[in-house]
């Protein structure tokens, strides 16, 4: 059988080449450490920019809570604004959440939002110990979920530090609405 035909659908990611440097996943996991110190969990999306050849790290305003977590504003609000205010073309590549303290299996909910062909998932868990657990995964059109390794999606860029959770992205506040 043909190398080819073992791997008929492809992530954005593989399709392209591109990895998302791990600087940005430090950044996300900063944040979840913060969250999971509240046992609440958070999420994010990796946007790769077209026109800059880069990814970017972007939080959503959302609700969010112990067991879940849900955008606060419609799809495509990033992709809009970058196109606005930039004049630059960004593509989701990637949707990352954390499930704090817990470990990183996917739950009924995510199995059913997250069915998007071609899109990279991951999720991180035991946000509290030194080094986070980490599921990544996509879906197929044939309906199914298929794991991904975690050095599909990401690579250790310039300027990495190993397990260095420190470097905040800038955030705010005001897009995060906790919900008990
Ligand atoms: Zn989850």
Redesign the pocket.
């Known amino acids: 059988m043909q190398n080819t035909q073992n791997k008929p659908f492809q992530t954005f990611l593989e399709r392209t080449g591109q990895r998302i440097p791990l600087t940005l996943f430090n950044q996300f996991v900063a944040v979840a450490k913060m969250f999971s110190r509240l046992k609440l969990e958070v999420r994010a999306e990796f946007y790769f920019n077209h026109d800059t050849g880069k990814f970017n790290l972007y939080f959503p305003q959302q609700r969010v809570h112990r067991y879940w977590v849900e955008n606060d504003e419609p799809d495509g609000t990033f992709v809009n604004y970058m196109l606005d205010k930039n004049d630059q073309f960004c593509e989701l590549v990637c949707e990352i ?1 954390a ?1 704090h303290e817990m470990a990183p299996f ?2 009924s ?2 199995n059913a939002s997250e069915r998007l062909p071609g899109m990279s998932y991951v ?1 991180v868990g035991h946000l509290l110990k030194d080094i986070p657990a980490v599921t990544a995964r996509t879906f197929l059109p044939t309906e199914m979920h298929t794991d991904l390794e975690f050095s599909d999606i990401f690579y250790a860029d310039k300027g990495y530090v190993t397990h260095d959770y420190d470097q905040l992205p800038s955030i705010k506040a005001k897009w995060f609405e906790i919900v008990r």
């Open positions: 959440h499930h996917p739950s909910t995510d999720i």
